[in-house]
């Protein structure tokens, strides 16, 4: 890769391998399941899964989203207890279930689908209203895996407001999970990376921490809340992109798209090869986004196109040159395009050059 003329993600597995230990001792005796899903928040599934599998955290395991992403990991040598987390088809329940799989039943109805040998867990919708069977049809579900041979592995549900600090509805849905009689020897597990720091009643068994494992807080609230307990995690990657262009022009000028960004001064515009099919959303160019350029930050300057983005670095001492590198702060994009930084990362796509250390 030449850094000169492409974006890349440096990514250091030093510090994610320690915010999951961070995590981990904060939940023990609950057991950590990272999540790992939608290539590690965009992180790297393999890397990111090979550096947890290894890191010797007791009782660690992984959680994907879809049999692909267990059947890679599987691939690459990742022993690990392994789950996956979203609907399976037919065909991949028998190959996952050889290959030591843990897979998630997320509707009543699938009960039926799994044959002796599958180790599932059972699903509860309490109150998110997107995956998982009912309540009152939870002990019927659990009687049909025991009677066709189908470990039950665990009890579960997610939650739907822990970021916001809604002990209330978060209670609730706690109380109606714990409702259901688990079988023995079953993990119950409801708690995502919010409630797993903030609230120790929902640990249970086993918590599944995502966006936190990555060094993000949940929400700014999750943060501010648990800064007297000193939790701490810190972003694992860094997303960078080259100056490949300057331009000095005269008042009046006009930059990208739209002509939305007019010059009232004689300036100085830096183009940088990164846009909206680099994970770079085009709404964040109307938001008031700036990347670092050494000590100085710069705005954004007009939209955000497919594959660029302008920046005035009209104000940034020593002046900007080509082959300088500008940093992008994933909180700040997220905060610029309107979303939050869960999706950011996610969308980060795999062509991203990801160099890690």
């Known amino acids: 890769m030449d850094p000169k003329t492409r974006p890349w993600l440096a990514i250091s597995l030093n510090t994610l391998v320690a915010n999951a230990r961070a995590l981990a001792a904060r939940v023990a005796p609950s057991a950590l399941c ?3 899903k939608s290539n590690a928040y965009g992180h790297g599934l393999v890397p990111v ?14 959680g994907v989203f879809t ?29 996952l279930s050889r290959l030591g799989v843990e897979l998630a039943l997320t509707d009543d109805l699938d009960a039926g689908r799994y044959r002796k040998g599958a180790a599932v867990h059972v699903k509860i919708d309490t109150g998110v209203g997107r995956f998982g069977g009912t309540s009152s049809g939870a002990l019927k579900t659990i009687e049909l895996c025991e009677s066709a041979g189908v470990r039950v592995a665990g009890l579960y549900s ?29 993990l119950r597990h409801i708690a995502a990376s919010a409630a797993a720091i903030m609230w120790p009643a929902t ?24 800064s007297a307990r000193g939790l701490t995690i810190e972003h694992a990657l860094r997303w960078f992109a080259p100056v490949v262009q300057v331009r000095d022009v005269p008042e009046g000028t ?12 004689p300036s100085t515009i830096a183009v940088l090869p990164l846009g909206y099919a680099d994970g770079l959303a085009r709404a964040a160019g109307r938001g008031g986004l700036s990347v670092r350029l050494g000590d100085a930050t710069a705005p954004v300057a ?15 001492r020593p002046r900007v040159a080509r082959g300088d590198v500008a940093e992008l702060d994933i909180d700040d994009v997220a905060q610029a395009a309107g979303t939050i930084a869960y999706e950011v990362l996610a969308r980060l796509p795999e062509s991203l050059d990801r160099i890690y250390t």
């Open 254 to 265: 006009t930059v990208g798209y739209g002509c939305e960004f007019i010059a009232r001064r």
């Open 49 to 62: 899964g090979k550096a947890l599998s290894e890191a010797d955290i007791a009782g660690l395991g992984l």
């Open 158 to 186: 997610h939650l739907a407001n822990a970021e916001d600090l809604d002990e209330r509805f978060t209670a609730s849905q706690l109380e109606r999970l714990l409702a259901v009689r688990a079988p023995a020897g079953a």
């Open 34 to 36: 990272a999540v790992v």
């Open 203 to 226: 640990r249970l068994d086993m918590v599944r921490c995502g966006i936190a494992l990555y060094g993000y807080w949940p929400s700014e609230a999750v943060r501010a809340a648990d």
């Open 67 to 95: 049999p692909s992403e267990a059947f890679e990991l599987r691939e690459a040598g990742v022993a690990a207890p392994l789950i996956v987390l979203g609907p399976q088809d037919d065909a991949d329940i028998e190959r």
């Open 302 to 316: 007009g939209r955000i196109c497919m594959n660029a983005c302008m920046v005035d670095v009209t104000d940034v």
